[in-house]
């Protein structure tokens, strides 16, 4: 079972600029696309953006588009959540998550992703 780890999450300004990079810790992670999504207390878990196995298509949601990118490194295993013009409703915990089993697309629900990470914290403050 491949374990997910985030990292890159803090406070910021609005206005600001955050990196998120989730590591994963088995090979076979570089095959299949990759989700991120937040969850704000009260709020159910929101998909962000998504990446396809080669990194050649990307997804967001409409609150995001144009703000963020998505990225990967697979001779790394990561995928990066670059967050820009940042806003304090973008203020959640922040997860990728992985287990689809799809490779050219990302599903935008939740429930079809096995493998999750234990989430960064972004705040941002206005």
């Known amino acids: 079972q491949a374990q997910l780890v985030e990292s890159g999450g803090g406070l910021v300004q609005a206005g600001g600029s955050l990196r998120l990079s989730c590591a994963a810790s088995?090979?076979?992670?570089?095959?299949?696309?990759v989700g991120w999504f937040r969850q704000a207390p009260g709020k159910e878990r929101e998909f962000v953006a998504g990446?396809?196995?080669?990194?050649?298509?990307?997804y967001y949601a409409d609150s995001v588009k144009g703000r963020f990118i998505v990225s990967r490194d697979n001779a790394k295993n990561r995928v990066y959540l670059q967050m820009n013009s940042l806003k304090p409703g973008d203020t959640a915990v922040y997860y990728c998550?992985?287990?689809?089993?799809?490779?050219?697309?990302?599903?935008?629900?939740?429930?079809?992703?096995?493998?999750w990470g234990q989430g960064t914290q972004v705040t941002v403050s206005s």
């Open positions: 998550a992985g287990g689809t089993g799809r490779a050219y697309t990302t599903s935008r629900d939740p429930d079809e992703y096995r493998y």
């Open positions: 990446i396809s196995w080669a990194g050649d298509s990307t």
């Open positions: 088995e090979r076979t992670f570089s095959a299949y696309a």
